[in-house]
């Protein structure tokens, strides 16, 4: 296994079980050499008759839902996060994933009580007060979610959830002034509270805000440096504004395409404008995959790093479209 010759790992591990059948950690290193295979089948059967001999059979069905997750069998991934949480009703993990999974599919109604459990066990986790409000939202609740902030705020205004959760709210519904103006009252409440800088960071995104974003974003890295939100914000403001300068490029470039106005020394300035912006945008990009790198290394959730992977492939696309050409 550790000459990452997969094939020979199994037929010995499958030997090892001939002596010892129900041994945890053949069982387990049978499945990762599965895994490292690709073959699918076998690894969730090897993981399956684990669960059976194993004390924690629910973390097993946990990772048999993540492959099947991986691997889109969405229908056997619920079904074992659900097999999971049947073995212990209050296993956050299981909530988790299974709501993600929902949310995904565009299950907004069925997400909403894996989702609900999930953000109160984990309430440090940006992306989730988001999709919970956004499938109250596509469920027709959200309405009567922010009524219930609002009362909430009203009886108990040092209430640092219901402020959160009416800011989540007020951007699924796009209103970010008013989500704005929330995180500010809610900046003055608890100043030294990280995840006030990440919402408003994220809201000051979306109203172009960049310096102000990036402003929150250090002040939430001052408070504590080992939260991996910072970092995949800051990489995500880097990503935005890079793809700015890649617009202004592709501009440049069309413009460059047109030589009954552009030759000589107009060309000339034209093409020294397009390859500066163009370096710029690629120094923007790799700034952000940095940024992702340090998130990774402070992040231990699954469904967070898949998401940081993704956009890890999507700015490698966007550094191959604006390295330096030899030409």
């Not at 988790?96 to 953000?119: H, K, R, S, W």
């Not at 408070?223 to 910072?230: I, R």
């Not at 890649?246 to 009954?260: I, R, T």
């Amino acid at each position: 296994f550790i000459e990452n010759d997969f094939d020979t790992a199994v037929n010995y591990f499958q030997k090892t079980l001939e002596f010892d059948a129900e041994n945890i950690d053949y069982l387990d290193y049978l499945s990762k050499a599965y895994l490292k295979l690709e073959d699918y089948d076998n690894a969730v059967e090897t993981l399956k008759t684990m669960a059976d001999f194993s004390e924690n059979g629910k973390e097993i069905w946990l990772k048999i839902g993540n492959i099947y997750s991986e691997i889109e069998y969405f229908d056997e991934a619920q079904e074992s996060y659900e097999t999971a949480i049947e073995e212990d009703s209050e296993y956050s993990e299981a909530f988790y994933a299974l709501g993600v999974l929902l949310f995904n599919q565009d299950l907004f109604e069925e997400a909403i009580e894996p989702l609900e459990f999930a953000t109160k066990a984990f309430a440090e986790v940006e992306h989730l007060q988001k999709k919970l409000a956004k499938c109250y939202h596509k469920a027709g609740k959200l309405d009567a979610a922010i009524l219930q902030y609002q009362q909430l705020i009203a009886e108990q205004p040092e209430n640092v959830s219901a402020y959160l959760n009416l800011a989540g709210a007020y951007r699924v519904t796009e209103q970010n002034e008013k989500a704005l103006d929330i995180l500010l009252q809610l900046k003055k409440i608890a100043p030294l509270m990280p995840k006030v800088y990440f919402r408003l960071a994220d809201v000051y995104i979306v109203l172009k805000g960049y310096a102000k974003a990036i402003e929150a974003t250090n002040k939430a890295i001052e408070l504590d440096a080992t939260l991996y939100e910072s970092y995949q914000i800051l990489a995500l403001i880097k990503q935005s504004l890079g793809y700015v300068k890649y617009e202004k490029y592709l501009d440049y470039e069309e413009k460059y395409k047109d030589k009954s106005i552009y030759y000589g020394t107009k060309a000339d300035e034209l093409v020294a404008k397009r390859d500066a912006v163009k370096g710029e945008a690629h120094n923007l990009f790799i700034e952000a995959e940095n940024l992702l790198v340090k998130a990774v290394e402070r992040c231990q959730i699954d469904t967070v790093l898949k998401e940081i992977n993704s956009r890890k492939k999507m700015l490698k696309q966007l550094k191959n479209a604006t390295k330096n050409s030899a030409f």
